[in-house]
């Protein structure tokens, strides 16, 4: 079992940034590639973005190209995304989310999840 718990959601006018951190517990975390995904209300949980075991591979959804940065810290057991530019669009509830041995875009492929963290951006 692995527990995943975010934080650092919050309201933000447009433009602003946020970062979130995933802090893990449980199982190893470095055995685990992680993503983070996004679910509006009325909308499907999209995928956000991902990252390898390592660190050094990582994907995006192309609406938050250059905007969002993944990362994560084996020896603190934690992951990270940095929103910059924000926009009212990127309005969701946040989750990260573990899985073996590849990071997907395909929410089922995820073996836990954490509770989730609200982003609110204002125009």
């Known amino acids: 079992q692995v527990q995943l718990v975010e934080s650092g959601g919050g309201l933000v006018q447009a433009g602003g940034s946020l970062r979130l951190s995933c802090a893990a517990s449980?199982?190893?975390?470095?055995?685990?590639?992680m993503g983070w995904f996004r679910q509006a209300p009325g909308r499907e949980r999209e995928f956000v973005a991902g990252?390898?075991?390592?660190?050094?591979?990582?994907n995006y959804v192309d609406s938050v190209k250059g905007r969002f940065t993944i990362s994560r810290d084996n020896a603190k057991n934690t992951v990270y995304l940095q929103m910059n530019s924000l926009k009212p669009e990127d309005t969701a509830v946040y989750y990260c989310?573990?899985?073996?041995?590849?990071?997907?875009?395909?929410?089922?492929?995820?073996?836990?999840w954490g509770q989730g963290t609200q982003v609110t951006v204002s125009s």
């Open positions: 449980g199982r190893a975390f470095s055995n685990y590639a």
């Open positions: 990252i390898d075991r390592s660190g050094g591979d990582t």
């Open positions: 989310a573990a899985t073996t041995p590849h990071y997907s875009d395909y929410a089922p492929m995820y073996d836990f």
